[in-house]
């Protein structure tokens, strides 16, 4: 892997208080980059940072909340003046769902889509004429699965996914010129908080471990599979275990999937 792709850049990452995020700014601090770290928990967000192996000069603590689509540019700004500039922006932050459509509270499908859609749009309007001024610039986007098609129980989560696939493919065309690269991240079960932190109908805490994510990848090896992806500027990427078939299916043979989901177990 080309490590030195990241040696001494400016990466930004939102979600970086846990789970994927906090794998991956661990597995960039070693790779010598220069670190942006969001989330709204500030207190995880410092636990994060002492325990990285590199020099703390070199890693921000900036405290933002993505649902706060309205504040993201001036969160912008100030990301942009930590360093004076982001080569590298990670859309990680996201909050999933436990609910079906018919239950779901349309202000938490709302709160879904801010947190995991509109939050990145915001950050990366005000971020792009700065990439296109210093002629590069990287966007890694964590998709999921959920991103390439739907299943019960995560209607609203896989519309925010769905979206950023939409946007930041044709942020990928618009760019070209710019020497703009897009990353998508398509995520399979990843061992994290993710089903504890996802929304039940009524914006309650689902609140529990699932099977699919306590059998799920380490973050860690999700993580070094991200930046393996990233420094080779793939275009997308697909990380898991076999639920990552699903995408394919979806792609070759989607009466296959129309047929397999029903019947399939799926955490709600
Ligand atoms: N784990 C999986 O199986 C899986 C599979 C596919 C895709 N993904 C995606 O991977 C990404 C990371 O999730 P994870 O698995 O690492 O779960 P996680 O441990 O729950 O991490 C989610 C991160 O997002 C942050 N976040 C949530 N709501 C936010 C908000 N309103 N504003 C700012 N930050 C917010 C959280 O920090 P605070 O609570 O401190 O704000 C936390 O750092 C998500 O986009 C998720 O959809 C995960």
Partial sequence: MNKDYFNGKVVWITGASSGIGEALAFTLATFGARLILSARSIDKLE???????????????????????????????????????????????????????????????????????????????????????????????????????????????????HALHGYFDSIRMEHVGDNIRVTMVVPGYIRTNVSANAFEADGSKHGRLDAGQARGMSPEICAKKIVKAVAARKPEVLVGGFEVMGVLAKRWCPALLNWILPRTHVDG
């Fill in 47 to 161: 636990a994060v940072r002492r325990n990285l192996p590199c020099d703390k000069e070199n890693v921000k603590i900036l405290p933002l909340d993505l649902s706060s689509t309205l504040e993201l540019p001036s969160r912008t700004k100030e990301a942009l003046a930590a360093f004076g500039r982001v080569d590298i922006m990670i859309h990680n932050g996201g909050v999933s769902q436990r609910s079906r459509a018919i239950d779901t509270k349309m202000e938490i499908t709302e709160t879904i889509m801010s947190t995991n859609f509109f939050g990145a749009v915001a950050i990366t309007k005000e971020l792009l004429p700065s990439m296109v001024r210093q002629g590069s610039g990287h966007f890694v986007v964590i998709s999921s699965v959920m991103g390439k098609f739907g299943a019960q129980y995560r209607s609203s989560y896989a519309a925010s996914k």
